[in-house]
């Protein structure tokens, strides 16, 4: 709706007039975070963006039920960092901890939901954020406990495990773009197409397997339109970012294309798909401008002179850009034949130079990006562990490729 920009004073006032009561979502990239407004609401918002979600608290008429969602959230998360372990345990162990955790959680929800009595809108968005992280706990068990153990869970769930499906309206309008239901249905999709039968293959071949089956359940399960087409372009937009084999590719998009009925982000896909197309093996890497330490734009054409590795990073992953750069320096001693040029896709010049004069990363070629847009268009940046190993003339050895793979180094060799 609007693009809000800071007062000198670092505070910032907008005033709608005429809004339409529900569920909003605000923005400071990279995170977000929703606020509900009610006919007749007045709301004030303080928000530390060094400590986004931690920091975020309201004020004023219709404050009571916006800090319960942050209460919430921040439980979720607080429940994410302790519950890691959980999903290593036996059935029944697994799912009273988790029963234990949703309760708790429960609790609180009744007794704010009495407290404030909101209306039957709201709840569905707070009673929506209760149910599905929960929910989604259990659709990841199987997975992630396979992951771990190796054991197949599933002959051991109890028939009764996946019950609540039954009561949950996919093709519910409002939770089109909620993020604990997208997060869920990808939990689920995720849970319901995998197969060991697929295991002896290899993991491109998989990886295509495992996200036509997830287009399938899809078509299956969406009834509304809006809602399907979504889902359909998230599926497609996580594969084309993952799998860059080029006759897989072209199956998946046709498939992709026979089910999804909005043409506009037919759009969007085909370019993911052409951009991915250009930065096969053996193409010119294609060009984008950098801004270097002193504040001078170069192009990156410009900047390869010998076998190069690029690799990025932004400040909100300060532990990624630390680690990142490590294994830089360790893959420096063994093949001093490449350059390694690391590129910040942050667009602050002074945060960035503040941050490298706290580390004594030698020999590491540093720059940022002067455009993201073009960046993340040309090159298909949109995961940060994302590295591309460039020959010397130029041209792409293996654009989609990450430093911390077991076997980045082979394709050094």
């Known amino acids: 709706m609007d693009t809000i ?23 400071h990239e990279p995170e977000y975070q929703y606020v509900y407004f009610d006919k007749n609401d007045s709301l004030m918002v303080r928000i530390n963006s060094q400590d986004f979600d931690e920091s975020i608290i309201f004020c004023g008429r219709g404050d009571e039920k916006n800090n319960f969602l942050m209460e919430l959230f921040l439980k979720n998360e607080h429940d994410k960092n302790v519950m890691f372990n959980v999903f290593d345990e036996e ?16 609790k609180f929800y009744d007794t704010k939901k009495e407290k404030i009595e ?9 009673k929506g954020m209760l149910d599905f992280y929960h929910y989604s706990k259990k659709e990841l068990y199987p997975v992630v406990h396979n992951m771990r153990s190796g054991e197949n869970i599933e002959k051991k769930l109890p028939s009764n495990f996946y019950d609540y499906r039954k009561d949950i309206d996919f093709n519910h309008k409002e939770f089109t773009n909620f993020s604990p239901f997208v997060r869920y249905l990808s939990n689920m999709m995720n849970n319901l197409s995998a197969n060991e039968k697929w295991s002896d293959r290899s993991p491109v071949d998989r990886a295509f397997l495992t996200n036509s089956k997830k287009l399938q359940i899809a078509d299956s399960i969406f009834k509304n339109e809006k809602i399907k087409n979504t889902i359909l372009d998230n599926i497609a937009f996580t594969y084309l970012l993952e799998d860059q084999n080029i006759i897989n590719n072209k199956k998946f998009l046709e498939q992709y294309h ?11 896909i085909k370019k993911i798909g052409d951009a991915i197309q250009s930065l096969k093996e053996n193409n010119p890497l294609p060009n984008a401008n950098l801004v270097t330490l002193s504040n001078k734009v170069v192009s990156i054409k410009s900047q390869i002179n ?9 400040k909100n992953l300060e532990s990624h850009f630390v680690a990142a ?73 293996n654009a989609f490729v990450s430093l911390f793979d077991v076997k980045f180094e082979t394709n050094l060799k």
């Open 258 to 268: 026979s089910l999804s009925t909005d043409k506009n982000q037919h759009n969007e």
């Open 306 to 314: 010998k076998k190069t590795v690029i690799f990025f990073w932004t």
């Open 325 to 397: 750069h490590k294994r830089v320096l360790d893959l420096q001693k063994r093949h001093p034949d490449y350059d390694f040029i690391s590129v910040c896709v942050d667009d602050n010049q002074a945060k960035w130079q503040s941050l490298l004069k706290n580390y004594k990363f030698d020999g590491i070629r540093e720059y940022r990006v002067q455009n993201f847009e073009d960046v993340k268009n040309n090159w298909v940046v949109n995961k940060i562990h994302r590295t591309m190993i460039i020959n010397a003339d130029g041209t792409i050895k």
């Open 5 to 27: 920009v800071l007062n000198p004073d670092n505070t910032f006032f907008k005033k709608f007039d005429s809004l339409t009561p529900g569920l909003y979502s605000f923005k």
């Open 118 to 126: 909101w209306n039957n809108d709201f709840d569905q968005y707070a």
């Open 91 to 106: 059935v029944a162990q697994f799912t009273t901890k988790i029963d234990s955790s949703y309760q708790s959680k429960k």
